[in-house]
Structure formats: structure tokens, C-alpha cells
RNA sequence: GCCCCCAUCGUCCAGCGGCCUAGGACGCCGCCCUUUCAAGGCGGUAACGGGGAUUCGAAUUCCCCUGGGGGCACCA
């Protein structure tokens, strides 16, 4: 044990954010490493906009991802005692104040301050009332909330592990809540409070709390003399355009991933990657690797744009190092929900040992499989695809042919192999056969096609062959008779 | 508006005063391989935002500008 304790400490609004993610991984990386304990604190004190199914589905999630937690989840909706205490006391001692200001006012306040060119921020109206002058105001019937009271003048300062000494005036910052009228915490106070009863020692979090950290701190310091932990701002991560990562930028939540068939070892490779090097340039690498590898000092200072493209080859990667077996069983369960659980097995396995190695993700691995799968009836034929067919030099003959030797050769996958049978034709497979790809799969580009014609079988083969003859059209041939 | 953080190829990451005519990876382009598409192999394209200063010497240090991001709530 080294002492080191880190927490992941995520609201509960929403899916898990990637940039979450990778908040939450940087923590377990850097407990892992130093042989810490990575403990799991759910920040809920919002009871307006935290949902007790968001609290559930992140141990989940974060388990898929490969992040074991030690301790917890806490949550902080259960603490509410323990920081109703801690602000009782930081009021008795004068580091907090009851502040009876309607949100009209407060609203008006920021208004001013902003027309005056000044932060918006509290003016203090309620920072020295009198005993008196406080039981009038709560005669009144006024909301009570408490704020901290922060310094006039001076500066703040502490030390980033990743940036270094980060300074600012106390001037710039303005009293604020720690308690709401309704008599629930706010973050900082729920923060500072927990960061202290549950030990940690390193505080490591999105670049955006940067500026809060000053007040955090300053509870902390309210509330106790104990050694204030290491704080570690990450630095962002931004949407390709380099604007905040939203979801009208496609997948941001984990969730997101996971349905889109990305294999959990990718996600958290690629997210290692955004922020942080290898010192030997590895790029692939494991967890147990890269929490080797990993340390505080090589993350990066400048926000990382999520680059979908490299994360696809990271996953591609990840893709051709599994097993079959464990293709296999990553994949069932995309296959059985895009083509119900009956599917066959054996064609099944056969279709990932040859879809394996081409694939991008499980979801596109399972949809080359569409021509096997997919009820005859449901099979389509893509349109850009027919063109190229149509397009094809000598289309008609080459179709022919495939049928007539389909039609009653042995069936075996060395026996369906159709380049002997373009030779006699003088075309070459390169140029032909993207058009039987596209009459037996759909498509003009897929699954090896001479092993996929072998799974499909005879006769819906050449049920696909003849149908895109058909449709093909133009001077007939002498087909359905044999050729030469 | 004010405050904070940041700044090397399109993108991610190296570089931490001379080893840099700036390296790797993704992407992109070309070639090879090839039953399609991928994968793989080979090659190529492409960056130190601008201006001062320090120094014999700056991508590396300092300042200014510009640009990007974040923050300024009874959200976290």
C-alpha cells in the first residue's frame, strides 16, 4: 500500500460522458500504478437533477470498461447530515453566513455587476447583518441559504501536479453558497467535506474545475489543518472541430460505444491516448501496460480533439488480437439482437473466422453477415452497389456462367472458387466479380465471397444469381442452359 | 465583460538550449499483395501561430499579441 487514494466522483445526470470516462481511468491508472485505492463517490447533492437510474448504471458501465473500484460507490445524497454539520460549524466560527437574498435579487445583482464590467458574482448584502437585522429577514419569510465568506483581498494558490502553480485574486471571487435554502449541500461543500473523510490524497479531474479548486480549497482549510491533497487538472477533451464534445457529434457516452459494438479494451487504449504518451511510443498497449506506463507527469497540458478515425483503428487492432472463441462471444449478442436468437452457430462461427480480421467494429463484423442471416425475403441489394454490376463489361455472361457452374458443381469451398470459371470468359476476376459479390451479398464489397457462397448454400445462391440476372435483363444468353 | 488554463503536421503523441535538414502514430495519397473490401508491406504529403527579448546557439527560457478552451450559479 502506498496511501495513495484516489476517487472518481461523477454526477449522476446523464450516460457517462467519454471525457468522464477518462477522468475515471486517469484515476484508476494512477492508483493502479502507485498501488493505491480508486474509490467510487457519487456526487448527488443536485437532488433536481440526479436520477437514482444514472447512480446505478455507473459501476457498470465502469466495470465494462475494465475499471475495478475498491471502495464504493458513496453517496453524497446520504451525507447530507455530515455537511449540514460542517456548515453549522464554519458559520459559529465566521467563515459562513446565513444570506437571505431571493434568487430576483441575486438575478438583479449579477445584472449590475455585469453592466459594470466587474465578475458577477454576490455583493455581500448579507455578509455582516446583525443578530436583529437576520431574525427580521427570516421573519420576512425569506429563503435562507449559507455562503462562504471569501477573502477581500490577497490571492489564492496551489500547485497542479500537471500545470504547476496556478494563482489568482481573491478579488475575482465572490462569496459563495454552500448550502441552498432548501437545506441541501452544494458541490464544494459536499467535496471538501468527503475529500477529507474519505483520506484522499489526489485530486484528479477535468481542466474545467480548474477555477474552483480555489474554492475548495479554502473550505478545506475552514473546515481542517490536515495536509491538503495533490490536485491534477486533465487537460480537455474536445469534439474533431475542436468545440466542446457533445452528442450532435455522434457517440460521447460510453453507452454510446458499447452499442456501437467498440471493444472495451479499445475505448479505454484510445482514452489513454488522448492526454497522455508512452515514453517508447507504444500505442497499442494493454491495461496492465499502460498502467505500467502510466504517470501524472506525462500527461499532456493542451485539450485533445476525440478523433473517431483513430479510434476505429485502435479498435480494428483490438479486433484482429481476440481469439475466435472470443469474437464469438463478444458478437452473439449483436448478431441475436439484429437476427433473433435462432441463428446457426456453425455458419455463425465460420462467418467471424473469415469477417475477423476485415472488421471494424462487432456491429460492422455482424452486418457483413446480413446475406446469411437476414430472412430471404429481407434481402436487398444496395443501390450504388447494382450500378457497379450494371456497369460491369460482359455482367450478363458472367452471371450466367456462375450459375451454370453453381448449379450442379460439388459442393465444396474449393469447388466454387469462380475463377476458373471467368477464364474461359477472358475477364478478369478483379473486374467481375464485385458484381457476383453484389448479386450473392448485397454488396460489392464484403465477406470473402467464394467461402460466403459455400456457407449460403446452393440453392440461395443461385436463387441470388438468377434474380440479379433477371433483373439484370438485356439479350438473354442461352441460360438456364449450360454453357460450354 | 472579468478571471484562469493552453498553443509542434488535418488529428493524437515525441521533443524538455546544440543530437531537429523536427520523430512516431492515425488520416490522406501512391505502389505492391490480392476473389471484393479490409488487413499487411513499401514509399510519400504535412507542423514548431505572430512579434520582441535572453543566449555563441531556441520548437525548447521570458514578455506581448493572436488564437483555442475553461470558469464567473441556491449545476457539478
Redesign the pocket.
Known amino acids: 500500500m502506498s496511501g495513495v487514494r484516489v476517487r472518481f ?3 449522476p ?1 446523464g450516460e457517462l460522458h467519454v471525457g468522464s470516462a477518462r477522468t475515471a481511468l486517469f484515476n484508476w491508472l494512477y492508483a493502479r500504478h502507485h498501488g493505491g485505492v480508486f474509490a467510487l463517490r457519487i ?4 437532488r ?3 436520477r437514482t437510474e444514472w447512480v446505478e448504471q455507473i459501476p457498470g458501465i465502469l466495470q465494462w470498461l475494465g475499471l475495478d473500484i475498491d471502495e464504493g460507490p458513496v453517496l ?1 445524497s446520504e451525507r447530507f447530515d455530515e455537511y449540514r454539520a460542517a456548515a453549522d460549524g464554519l458559520v459559529e466560527r465566521g467563515f459562513a453566513y446565513e ?5 430576483g435579487e ?1 438575478e438583479a445583482k ?1 445584472e449590475s ?2 453592466k459594470a ?6 455583493d455581500g448584502t448579507c455578509r455582516d447583518l446583525t443578530e436583529e437585522e437576520r431574525a427580521a429577514k427570516a421573519a420576512e419569510g425569506r ?3 449559507i455562503r462562504f465568506r471569501t477573502p477581500d483581498d490577497g490571492s489564492s494558490s496551489f500547485v ?1 501536479a ?8 481573491w478579488s ?3 462569496d ?2 454552500i448550502v ?3 437545506g ?5 461543500l ?2 471538501a467535506v468527503d475529500d477529507l473523510a474519505m483520506d484522499i490524497t489526489h485530486v484528479i479531474r477535468g ?6 479548486t480555489h ?1 475548495v480549497l479554502a473550505l478545506r482549510r475552514a473546515l481542517s489543518e490536515r495536509d491538503e491533497p495533490i490536485y491534477a ?1 486533465l ?2 477533451i ?1 469534439a ?1 472541430d ?3 464534445l457533445s452528442k450532435r457529434h455522434g457517440a460521447v457516452a460510453l453507452e454510446d460505444f458499447r452499442d456501437a459494438g467498440y471493444l472495451p479494451e479499445a475505448i479505454l487504449n484510445y482514452l489513454s ?7 517508447e ?1 507504444r ?1 497499442v498497449m494493454t491495461a496492465d501496460e499502460i498502467v505500467a506506463a502510466f504517470d501524472l ?11 473517431h ?2 479510434l ?2 485502435v479498435n ?2 483490438w479486433m ?1 488480437r481476440l481469439t475466435l472463441d472470443d469474437v464469438e462471444v463478444r458478437a452473439l449478442p449483436y448478431a441475436q439482437a439484429r437476427y433473433g436468437a435462432g441463428i446457426d452457430r456453425g455458419v455463425f462461427k465460420e462467418a467471424l473466422r ?1 469477417g475477423q ?4 467494429t462487432l456491429v460492422s463484423l455482424v452486418e457483413q453477415m446480413d446475406f446469411l442471416f437476414l430472412a430471404d425475403e429481407k434481402f436487398t441489394v444496395d443501390e450504388d452497389s447494382w450500378e457497379k454490376l450494371a456497369a460491369t463489361e460482359r455482367a450478363g455472361e458472367v452471371l450466367d456462367a456462375v450459375a451454370t457452374h453453381l448449379a450442379d458443381c460439388e459442393w465444396t469451398l474449393e469447388a466454387v ?3 476458373p470459371v471467368l477464364e474461359p470468359l477472358g475477364v478478369k ?2 473486374k467481375a ?2 458484381a457476383v ?1 453484389t448479386a450473392v451479398e448485397g454488396r ?8 460466403s457462397i459455400h456457407l449460403l448454400g446452393r440453392d440461395r445462391s443461385l436463387a441470388r444469381v438468377h434474380a440479379a440476372r433477371q433483373r439484370l435483363g438485356g439479350e438473354d444468353t442461352r441460360w438456364p442452359c449450360p454453357s460450354g
Open positions: 466522483s461523477p454526477a445526470t456526487e448527488d447533492t443536485d433536481e437533477r440526479s453524497q444570506c437571505f437574498c431571493t434568487p441575486l449579477h455587476a455585469k464590467g466587474r465578475t458577477p458574482g454576490y429563503p435562507r441559504s497542479d500537471i500545470r504547476g502553480e496556478v494563482a489568482v485574486e475575482t471571487i465572490s459563495f453558497v441552498r435554502s432548501d441541501n449541500p452544494i458541490f464544494f459536499a467535496n481542466e474545467d474545475l480548474l477555477d474552483s474554492r487538472h487537460p480537455l474536445l474533431p475542436r468545440s466542446k491516448l488522448l492526454g497522455w504518451g508512452d515514453d511510443g500505442e507527469d506525462g500527461v499532456t497540458h493542451a485539450a485533445a480533439a476525440f478523433d478515425k483513430k476505429d483503428w480494428g487492432e484482429r473469415i480480421e476485415r472488421a471494424v472458387d469462380l475463377r476476376p478483379r466479380l464485385p459479390y460489392h464489397a464484403g465477406l470473402p465471397l467464394f467461402d
